[in-house]
């Protein structure tokens, strides 16, 4: 299965459970590639998250994050240590039912594909 694109509203907040093991943070970034945190985030702009936001199945992660008016209509939710362990997270002003191949942000679970499940055992929006 592959990792889902997430729809979100702006200023509406979305709360995201990590659950993905303590070497898997989760951050909403501009970043495609994402695993910024070894080198300090450099050219990407963070939106929410960061390397504090990581957990386990037990004993989940929780942030929440509130659309900002202005975010760009693409982002992506990424790993902070690892590139590439995450996907697109789509902005509007309105959430828009989801297209083939995304999953609306709000009450889904992103069963992503091998490598990203490894990353992102679960992520839950509410």
Known sequence: METPALRVARGQTYTFRVAAG?????????SSVGGGAPDG????EVFA???????????????????????PAELYYQCAVH?????????GDVAAPAAAGEAPASGARAAAGAAAAAAL??????
Request: with cysteine.
């Open 41 to 44: 985030y450099v050219g990407e």
């Open 22 to 30: 303590a070497t898997h943070p989760l951050y909403l970034t501009n």
């Open 121 to 126: 055992a679960a992520l839950v929006c509410a």
């Open 49 to 71: 998250g960061g390397e504090a936001e990581s957990g386990t199945a037990e004993a989940p992660a929780e942030f929440a994050w509130t659309v900002p008016a202005d975010a």
């Open 83 to 91: 590139q590439k362990l995450g996907w697109r997270l789509l902005t």
